[in-house]
Structures are given as structure tokens and as C-alpha cells.
């Protein structure tokens, strides 16, 4: 199995599966199609996030997921048009994005789930963070990170509203599969956890509980204004945000690509 077997099947998932739509919005499909990168499980980057700077040490490692870890399956699942479209108006997050969001999540579980029992089919081994009850949330991070696995498996870079952007941008949502089967890693095209963002600030504006700043962003605020802005109206668990992943150079595409052909014309 290679990465481009794992893009087929994923893709013919969300082709298929009735859990890509949500019939009662009328959206005919929640993502596009996806990325797949893959890390070796022994990749030094994965010690580097267990440093309190990044995560913490509660962060495990793949082979705490799995002994017989030899591969890091890392996935992005871009939000279609019509989310991204929606969630781009002032004010309050679509309900479109909402909606997108939570069945979108269900959806994603549905994948990693269907991955792993196809890894093991093949007689290897496999686990999915997410869904194993090993699990914890600790504060605000987890002890395992997607988006961190994701710049690891190189798909892309963070950005200034701790957004990671890939080469099909940031509005969207990640999975990742640890397996013992031994996969080539994909080459990190870049060296600054930055790289893929421009700088250009436009998140700060577009961010309604002003959380973002040069500096970054502040999850606690973000998930203040969340709890006592947004859920108040708009019943959880259909509960976010978002804004800062739409309207954006970023949104559904590497804003850097574009900005070094420009520079090369």
C-alpha cells in the first residue's frame, strides 16, 4: 500500500459513503478531494513535539500508540466550495459551516475507521489516535495532535491563526492512521513551521473575538467567545468558528505557490 492507494481510497469513501452530504442543509458533498502524506514513525519531529513549547509531554509518540509502529498515515479532507462559500459573510460562522464541521467530523471518524480495517485486511497492524480510548484532552491540547502530525507528514505549515496550510489551503479537517506497515515518508518541502503563510494578517480581521494578533493566536479567547458567543445561539454540538479559515488567501490554496510565480514572472 502507498500513499497514492490511500488518496484512491479515501476518495472513493467520500464518492460513495452518504456521510459526505448533509440532506438537510442541501450540501451535496462536505469535502473534496483529499491529501495524504505519510511520516516514518520514528521521525525525530515526533520527540520535538512532546517539548512544552509545542505540546507537552503528554503528547505520545506513535509507537506509545503502537509497538509495531512503522508509519504515520496523515490526511487533509478540504471542505468543499459551498462550506467555505457560506462561512466568508461577516458576523456569526455559517450554519453551513457549523453543519460541516460536526457531520464532517463523523465522517472523518467513518474514514479513519475504514482505513485501518483495510491496513489490517492486508495482515498488518494499525490504530487511530482518535479514535482509541487512550485519548485525553488536557486543557486545550490533546495527547495526540493532528495538525502537528500533519506538518510532520508534510502537509503543510502553520499559519499566524495556528491553521495548518496545505498545498489545497487550511478550511478543512486532518486524520491520521499509525500502521506497522513500513511506507515512504513524504519529503517535507519546507523548513520554518511558517513557511506556507504570507504574513499578510488578514486572519486578524477576520477574526470576530479578536484571539489573533502578529503574535498568534490565543485558543482561549477564541474558545471564550465560542462558549459565549456562538453556542448560545446555534445549539452544540454544531458549535465553531472558522472565519479565520475562509476569505483568505489560504482558504483552498498555498498562498507561497502563487507568490513565487509571481515572483518568477
Not at 512544552?52 to 466550495?81: C, R, T
Not at 486532518?174 to 515512504?184: A, C, D, K, R
Request: glycine share 6%; proline share 5%.
Amino acid at each position: 500500500m502507498e500513499s497514492s492507494n490511500i488518496i484512491k481510497l479515501i476518495s472513493e469513501f467520500l464518492v460513495q459513503s452518504p456521510l459526505n452530504n448533509i440532506n438537510q442543509m442541501r450540501i451535496e458533498k462536505i469535502y473534496e478531494t483529499p491529501l495524504v502524506g505519510i511520516a516514518a514513525a520514528d521521525d525525530l519531529l515526533f520527540d520535538q513535539v512532546k517539548n512544552d513549547h509545542v505540546i507537552g509531554s503528554h503528547h505520545m509518540s506513535p509507537k506509545q500508540w503502537l509497538h509495531e509502529a512503522n508509519s504515520v498515515i496523515s490526511y487533509f479532507l478540504p471542505f468543499s466550495l459551498q462550506i467555505r462559500r457560506a462561512n466568508r459573510e461577516a458576523g456569526l460562522p455559517a450554519v453551513e459551516w457549523l453543519y460541516g464541521r460536526k457531520e464532517g467530523e463523523i465522517c472523518n471518524e467513518a474514514i479513519r475507521q475504514f482505513i485501518v480495517e483495510q491496513i489490517v485486511k492486508s495482515n498488518a497492524k494499525a490504530v487511530a489516535p482518535v479514535l482509541d480510548s487512550r485519548l485525553e484532552i488536557i486543557d486545550i491540547t490533546s495527547n495526540w495532535s493532528e495538525r502537528h502530525v500533519a506538518f510532520i507528514a508534510g502537509l503543510g505549515t502553520f499559519g499566524l491563526s495556528k491553521s495548518l496550510i496545505t498545498n489545497k489551503g487550511c478550511a478543512g479537517r486532518f486524520g491520521s492512521i499509525i500502521t506497522s506497515l513500513n511506507l515512504e515518508p513524504t519529503p517535507r518541502k519546507y523548513q520554518d513551521i511558517y513557511e506556507y503563510c504570507t504574513m499578510c494578517g488578514l486572519c486578524i480581521s477576520r477574526c470576530p473575538a479578536h484571539a489573533i494578533s502578529k503574535a498568534g493566536k490565543d485558543n482561549k479567547i477564541c474558545d471564550q467567545y465560542i462558549q459565549e458567543v456562538v453556542d448560545p445561539i446555534y445549539f452544540p454540538p454544531y458549535s465553531g468558528c472558522g472565519k479565520c479559515e475562509t476569505k483568505l488567501p489560504c482558504e483552498n490554496a498555498n498562498p507561497t505557490i502563487k507568490k513565487r510565480h509571481s515572483n518568477a514572472l
